[in-house]
């Protein structure tokens, strides 16, 4: 199906209430939402819970309530690629990892280290690594082991002010961060000496924002990543994917390729890419928006244009933008005013 | 670290006379009442005492639901302006429905720190998690319900 502006919205399809505070973080079960399998959602909050709701046949219901182990707001959530585990960040300084049993959610692990608030938690393609962040400005990698053992294997300092989010190349063990300081970094083991260090920094001096880097989300394929900033900006970033070595020589740096501007009047907090490639973005001007590329003018390079927006898609900021991992149109939001959305979006008849 | 107060010698002002408002809920003045009987964290006067706040301080927009307040501290090294921009905050959410966007900010010039600071008051991230720390939410509670004034 080809996306031709105009001929689209972006249909409610239900809202999910249950939260009592901001929802911060929403993550789709990879594993579901396919071959009958009734879709899964997690959903984070500043009232200390984690909901898991689920599709059954054409509403969502909320299918349990995990609570009694974070004793702070629940900041961001994440699905093991084997859709088992689900990780919870906390600004109770811990990450918990829970095991889905036959539908029930057990704690199996708390990870502790971190001195302060954790923002944002990662599993790797394979699911043996973990990454975690936090305001202490440092970036933990955790080492999956047989029986729920997680073991740090690395702790990564670089970052000059609190670090807002972590996330894992699609399909490479590379890490990538960005904090309140403004700039992204890139991660890399040291052929096989278990080490870990910093490949490339991406700040205002090339071309990157000029204020905190709230989200970053890639591309299906991997060689395109997108940013996004209290700047009000978001930004296109393309590394060269036949390079599969990430590092010495054979490390491939994050080029920039667009700056969207001009379109978000207020901090934009999430972005989440599609694997059909729709950008979309939430952010504290109540809004969502939709970017796709602009295949019509590749003289000067890539460029990307506007596709769809939404004004008021809730009533205070949104905080989290999340497309179903399958080949459908279904996109999660997440809010300040308590509530989950998911959305379609549709052609017009 | 100190143990003295960071501005020991406060210049202190007259309290403004209050006038009955039985219209404009949410104006320019009306959301200047909400504040300015705010206590300074440090000293058992009101923020529109210390001049921290006037009514120039604060601009309503309710059409579009925004509210922008720009606070003086009293000194260009105050440690205690976050703590003062946290006070706004509460105060404001209390006071407004929860749609309204706040931007909080020191006025140009008056703090060491400016941009550090507008960025910090303005996180919501650092704004939520400050909130959640006890000692911190007991001094703001301290002075949005002081008796002391």
Redesign the interface.
Known sequence: MDLFEGNLELKEIQKLEGHTD?VWSLAWNPTTGVSGIPAMLASCS?DKTVRIWQQNGHSWECKAILDETHT??V?SCAWSPSGKLLATAS?DATTAIWENVGGDFECVATLEGHE??V?SVSWNASGSLLATCS?DKSVWIWEVMPGNEFECVSVLQGHTQ?V?MVQWHPNMDILFSCS?DNTIKIWAEDGDSDDWHCVQTISEANNGHS??VWALSFNSKGDRMVTCS?DLTLKIWESDSKTTSPVGDGYAPWIHVSTLSGYHD?TIFSVHWSREGIIASGA?D?AIRFFIENKDGLIDGPSYKLLLKKEKAH???VNSVQWISKETRLLASAS??GTIKIWELASLP | MTLGLINANPIVHAKKERIARTEDLHGDDATTDFVRDIRDPEHPYSLEQLSVLSEESITVDEKLGRILITFTPTIQHCSMATVIGLCLRVKLMNCFP??F?VDIKVSPGSHANEESVN?QLN????V??AL?NPNLRQLVDECLYSNEL
């Open positions: 901001r500043g702070r707001t900041r600004f302060n608030e923002k305001r609190d807002k309140y204020s905190t209290d207020r504290a109540d009533d205070m900021d300040d005013d | 929860p749609h966007k960025k996180d919501k991230e650092r939520a998690a959640e």
